[in-house]
């Protein structure tokens, strides 16, 4: 697998255990159990990993007490860098202050971060929203002329002012408001630690606790937060980590 995408693990059998948990390079995730499948966990791997051979360490607890450890190997291959200079007016400029974007990511990659049950979706995705793609997930970014401060954690799609928004895959709507730099948005948890952003609406169609499917109307393509033009920014965050979303329209993570 390469910088940036996923991977899943599953420990199938009869195995006894009140938890699981896997582990790689200092990033522990809890397990699911999926009835008929056994326990179940997606690895994120982040943009910046070193391209290089990887232990994928499975604990398994019963009982309240360790019980076994599975041990396999992971190979993680690079992404060739790319630098995305970005020109910001001075409002949009402002809103890049490090008191908001500490509001963001606190959000985006620690309250929405936990498993809180089984896989809700099986196959690939959809995309969100027709357009035409215009930021790739992990390119590294420099506003203004500054130094590359950070990697694009998402992927951006340019679509009209007022292009639905759907789901691209079931999951259960756990936010639906503004944020500063992100501006108007929903978050999706599809279980398993799995959820996924969409962002700089114009409009929210959806609210907080509401089941979607493929395909459900989500908001309104719009240009609020820190942005140059109308389009969606879509991300995917794994227990705390951004993946590319492109990823998950292409592959079946199959048990």
Known sequence: MKQGQATLVVLSGDVEADGAFVSIDG???EMVFEEGVGWVGFVPITRLANPR???VVVDVFNEGS???T???ELLVESVPGVIDEVVLDPDNAALLAPELVAIDNETRFEQYTQPTGPRMWSGPWRLPVVGEPSGDFGVMRSYNGGPVRDWHHGYDISADAGTVIVAPARGRVVFATDLPVHGSGVILDHGAGVYSGYWHMSEIQAEVGQ?????DPLGLVGSTGVSTGPHLHWEVIVQGTDVDP?????TVFSS
């Open 27 to 29: 990033y522990t995730g």
């Open 53 to 55: 051979l990887y232990h």
């Open 66 to 68: 360790y019980s076994r």
């Open 70 to 72: 599975f041990v396999s």
């Open 211 to 215: 089941l979607v499917n493929p395909g």
């Open 246 to 250: 492109i990823q998950w329209t292409e």
